[in-house]
């Protein structure tokens, strides 16, 4: 079944509200509310962008087909790319949990791993939904 329209207008508009909330919650987008503590980098960016476009292309499979299912691994991956691109000692979470020195030595080198397993994880998430529901691939 093809996306409409008004589907794939839905699926931009969840792209860009992503891109929106997590560059702004993050600190990637410029804002006087919040200050990020930690450089920006362009793969901070990559994986902003990557993330927010398959959160889009993920929700546009969900209304097409109109039903539910691999959810968990969809919010790994989302939670997995906002830990890769968010500041890591501005993450309340992480920072009561482990403390700001053990998060810059130990997690903050492996961020952009993180950040391509869950590119990746959508990704192929995303694929394997298409290919599975893929009429014309069957005929």
């Not at 207008?9 to 909330?21: D, E």
């Amino acid at each position: 079944m093809e996306a409409t329209r008004t589907q794939l207008a839905k699926g931009l508009g969840v792209s860009v509200g992503a891109f929106t909330l997590f560059g702004v919650v993050t600190g990637l987008v410029p804002n006087p509310i919040y200050v990020r503590m930690v450089p920006r980098t362009v793969p901070d960016y990559v994986f902003l962008v990557l993330t927010s476009l398959l959160v889009g292309a993920y929700a546009v499979q969900e209304w097409t087909k109109n039903r539910a299912g691999n959810d968990g691994l969809a919010l790994g991956g989302v939670v997995g790319g906002f830990l890769a691109f968010g500041c890591p000692i501005c993450n309340v979470f992480l920072l009561a949990l482990f403390g700001s020195s053990t998060l810059m030595t130990y997690f903050d080198p492996y961020r952009p791993i993180l950040g391509v397993v869950s590119v990746l994880a959508l990704g192929g998430l995303v694929y394997y939904r298409h290919v599975a529901d893929c009429e014309v691939c069957e005929a």
